[in-house]
């Protein structure tokens, strides 16, 4: 069965930590593994990882894929009151259909 | 270029109640999909369509959920008649095409139902 865990569930920090999110699965046929922001109600995209091992960034946000243990990493670091969010992990795979976890909630206090 | 436009924004229906929601997605975009997002989960994806045909609707309640994608842009989904378990925010996404590797899904803003 195709499944996708991220931890942790939730994670509280104060305004210039640095925090990393992490997104394991186990998909058939997976093809690239996308990261979401989620404020409100829609999703907004981050990243396409496609290849392991090559660093993705934007601004203090980076993520990284690893193809053979089957997981990927969202780092954020010098945190803000604007990155509280659910941070959304997506495997991309078959007939392009995306599978998502539950998500981490962030939550980044003053 | 302007977004995935959805609606209603809101809805509160009694359950045994129809409903449905309207989906216009980016101009040109091939691919439309229709998740459903429980409080506390990720979007669970209900329905597939590439242009007019159905992709993939394994995970789509067929007994009481229905959706159509006529002419190929615009996508309504009915549910019929609604349970209490429904209640959910209703996720309209596209994308340029099948295999798309230049972004990500476009999401639009979401109907969030209410079953009381």
């Known amino acids: 069965e195709d499944k996708v865990v991220q931890s942790p569930l939730s994670l509280v920090v104060h305004e210039g930590d640095t925090v990393t999110l992490n997104c394991s699965y186990e998909v058939t046929n997976f093809r690239s593994l996308l990261w979401y922001k989620q404020e409100k109600k829609a999703p907004t995209f981050l990243f396409m990882l496609t290849s392991s091992g090559i660093e993705k960034k934007s601004g203090r946000l980076s993520s990284i894929l690893d193809k053979k243990e089957l997981f990927s990493i969202l780092n954020i670091t010098a945190t803000q009151t604007g990155d509280s969010a659910v941070y959304l992990c997506?495997?991309?795979?078959?007939?392009?259909?995306?599978?998502f976890g539950t998500g981490t909630r962030l939550q980044v206090f003053p | 270029e302007a977004g995935v436009a959805q609606s209603p924004r809101y809805k509160i229906i009694e359950k045994r109640q129809s409903v449905a929601f309207w989906c216009n997605p980016i101009?040109?975009?091939?691919?439309l999909y229709w998740y459903q997002q429980i409080l506390g989960q990720g979007p669970k994806l209900l329905i597939q369509?590439?242009?007019?045909?159905?992709?993939?609707d394994s995970q789509l309640p067929k007994d009481r959920f229905s959706a159509e994608r006529l002419k190929g842009v615009d996508s309504t989904l009915k549910i019929q008649p609604a349970k209490l378990e429904d209640s959910a925010v209703y996720l309209c996404?596209?994308?340029?095409?099948?295999?798309?590797?230049?972004?990500?899904?476009?999401f639009g803003s979401g109907t969030r139902l209410t079953v009381v």
């Open positions: 996404a596209s994308s340029l095409d099948l295999g798309s590797r230049r972004s990500g899904y476009t």
């Open positions: 997506a495997p991309l795979y078959n007939t392009d259909k995306l599978i």
């Open positions: 369509f590439q242009n007019n045909g159905v992709v993939d």
């Open positions: 101009s040109g975009h091939a691919t």
